[in-house]
T-cell receptor, first 115, second 112 residues
Framework: TQLLEQSPQFLSIQEGENLTVYCNSS?????LQWYRQEPGEGPVLLVT?????EVKKLKRLTFQFGDARKDSSLHITAAQPGDTGLYLC???????????????FGPGTSLSVIP | NAGVTQTPKFQVLKTGQSMTLQCAQD?????MSWYRQDPGMGLRLIHY???????DQGEVPNGYNVSRSTTEDFPLRLLSAAPSQTSVYFC???????????FGPGTRLTVL
């Protein structure tokens, strides 16, 4: 089964705290994307990682792609209320690199940052 | 640019009714897709299109039809609605297979 898991499912923290959310699979991905979705809206792309071990930073957000390209993490430093939302990871399966349709989404981590 | 637009925003149907969810993009993207989002299950691909006149099935195509007569429009048709089709539906477009997907605001559908 080409399953992408995310943990934790829900996270509620105080403003200023740090947090890490995880995206894991038994499948190998040619690339992995992180999206943020706010209530009533569609997901918006945050970052794409393509190389095993790659680390990308977007202001207070740090994204890492696992060495084996099966997992990824998102670390937020000094969380702010504006970070509240559903964080989705989406992986493009390596063996179906030429097929547009083989992008699978995880179920998401719902983050709430309390002022 | 309006990006990806979807109508309606909300819809309630009775079992057995049919309807069309509209999706349009003004970015001249070749690739368009339809997803449904259910709690705890993430986004699941229903159908996709790699260009005008070309469509293919995704992970959960049963009960849905699509067509792509123009680059801009990609409607999703429910032929005979069922309660299992209660969900939030998102349309997305992308310049090509490796680029970022741009999502519409979604349609929340309830089937009674």
């Amino acid at each position: 089964t080409q399953l992408l898991e995310q943990s934790p499912q829900f996270l509620s923290i105080q403003e200023g705290e740090n947090l890490t959310v995880y995206c894991n699979s038994s499948s190998v991905f040619s690339s992995l994307q992180w999206y943020r979705q706010e209530p009533g809206e569609g997901p918006v792309l945050l970052v794409t990682v393509v190389t095993g071990g790659e680390v990308k930073k977007l202001k207070r957000l740090t994204f890492q792609f696992g060495d084996a390209r099966k997992d990824s993490s998102l670390h937020i430093t000094a969380a702010q209320p504006g970070d509240t939302g559903l964080y989705l990871c989406a992986g493009r399966l390596l063996w179906m690199k030429t097929s547009y349709d083989k992008v699978i989404f995880g179920p998401g981590t719902s983050l709430s940052v309390i002022p | 640019n309006a990006g990806v637009t979807q109508t309606p925003k909300f819809q309630v149907l009775k079992t057995g009714q049919s309807m069309t969810l509209q999706c349009a993009q003004d970015m001249n993207h070749e690739y368009m897709s339809w997803y449904r989002q259910d709690p705890g299950m993430g986004l699941r691909l229903i159908h996709y299109s790699v260009g005008a006149g070309i469509t293919d099935q995704g992970e959960v195509p049963n009960g849905y039809n699509v067509s792509r007569s123009t680059t801009e429009d990609f409607p999703l048709r429910l032929l005979s609605a069922a309660p299992s089709q209660t969900s939030v539906y998102f349309c997305a477009s992308s310049p090509n297979r490796d680029n970022e997907q741009f999502f519409g605001p979604g349609t929340r559908l309830t089937v009674l």
